[in-house]
């Protein structure tokens, strides 16, 4: 039985970013790696990452368990959520503060359940365009809760290049749970960031 053509290049797109992996680390003095998903971020100098987001509230997936998620503007905290004594958390976790500016940058600081205290892995989330912004909000209305139009989209989206784009898609809240929307999903998640 031959893939549906969205799947064929969802694996391709796999294959690419595998060889890129999305890590988020500390510095070379204490390595924290934490693999990020959602949004779809890049590594970047000094080992930090780096993620342009479409959507003002994007859905942050995030592999490794947490012992703590700090989200800093500006340079103060803003938001933070630490596990009990003894356990972690895990994301995916939607967007739990006012929603992120067209241009913005926000700092999340992530500590794996390996880290010691006071070492995280920095990812840098970065708002896009207003008007990329707006088209993507027009985008997922204009989907609805069509499973193929989601799909198509999606597959538009990996066809151009637009890896933020269909990562945003395909974590949205909104996606319909059709059962090859959340096989993809699902994929995405168990290959991580390819390690």
């Not at 890129?20 to 990020?36: F, H, S, T």
């Not at 090859?180 to 390819?194: D, F, S």
Request: aromatic share 4%.
């Amino acid at each position: 039985m031959s893939r549906p053509p969205v799947i064929s290049v969802l694996l391709t797109w796999l294959g690419v970013l595998a060889a890129l992996p999305a890590l988020a680390l500390q510095g070379p003095a204490a390595p924290v790696a934490v693999c990020v998903v959602s949004p779809r971020v890049e590594a970047v100098h000094e080992g930090d990452a780096l993620g342009l987001v479409p959507t003002p509230r994007p859905q942050l997936v995030v592999i490794d368990p947490l012992l703590e998620l700090r989200i800093e503007r500006q340079g103060r905290l803003v938001w933070q959520q630490r596990a009990a004594a003894g356990k972690t958390f895990q994301a995916p976790l939607s967007w739990p503060l006012d929603p992120i500016s067209p241009g913005e940058v926000v700092l999340l600081r992530l500590r794996p359940r390996q880290a010691p205290e006071g070492a995280f892995a920095h990812v840098q989330l970065v708002g896009a365009s207003a008007q990329r912004m707006a088209s993507t909000e027009a985008l997922m209305r204009s989907l609805g809760q069509r499973p193929s139009a989601w799909l198509a989209a999606i597959e538009t989206a990996l066809d151009g290049g637009d890896v933020s784009l269909a990562w945003a898609l395909l974590f949205s809240p909104r996606l319909p749970e059709a059962r090859e929307l959340m096989a993809l999903r699902a994929e995405v998640v168990r290959r991580g960031c390819g390690d």
